[in-house]
């Protein structure tokens, strides 16, 4: 068996305490990887912005679909001149904001399904949409 044989820090003109740290941040680089695996990658804030248009989410025109991941914030902001909320009549759990002119709401949606959002004000036949979490 052949042993490695590693000069002392102060043979590599490295001050003597040099060897203990680059050891010690060796061994928590280790223990990072054992505890969240090779291929772990980091978490990332996750955000998806929806406008909130005069009569209308997302766009002008039709019933938009938005699909998020769990856990991701939705922001719903606010453009325009006309008062509007954002309110689930139909998904696994209900939220909603409060009415307002400008301003922006947000939800962090933590269970997976298919919502149906509207505007209160204005009804599900002028705003509506589709949020589907994953």
């Known amino acids: 068996?052949?042993?490695?044989?590693v000069p002392p820090a102060s043979a590599r003109g490295l001050p003597a305490s040099a060897g203990g740290l680059v050891i010690a941040a060796l061994a928590a680089s280790l223990v990072t990887v054992a505890l969240l695996g090779a291929g772990a990658v980091p978490a990332v804030a996750v955000s998806k912005r929806v406008k909130v248009g005069d009569n209308y989410f997302v766009r002008d025109g039709g019933v938009p679909t938005v699909t998020v991941r769990k856990n991701t914030k939705?922001?719903?902001v606010w453009r325009g001149d006309s008062v509007h909320n954002v309110k689930v009549t139909r998904g696994p759990v209900t939220f909603g904001?409060?009415?307002?002119?400008?301003?922006?709401?947000?939800?962090?949606?933590?269970?997976k399904g298919e919502y149906t959002?509207?505007?209160?004000?204005h009804g599900p036949g002028d705003q509506s949409m589709k949020l589907v979490v994953e």
Do not use: F, N, P, Q
Request: hydrophobic share 40%.
């Open 117 to 121: 959002l509207i505007c209160t004000v």
């Open 1 to 5: 068996m052949r042993k490695l044989l």
């Open 74 to 76: 939705v922001k719903w």
């Open 97 to 111: 904001s409060g009415t307002m002119r400008t301003g922006r709401y947000v939800k962090k949606v933590t269970r």
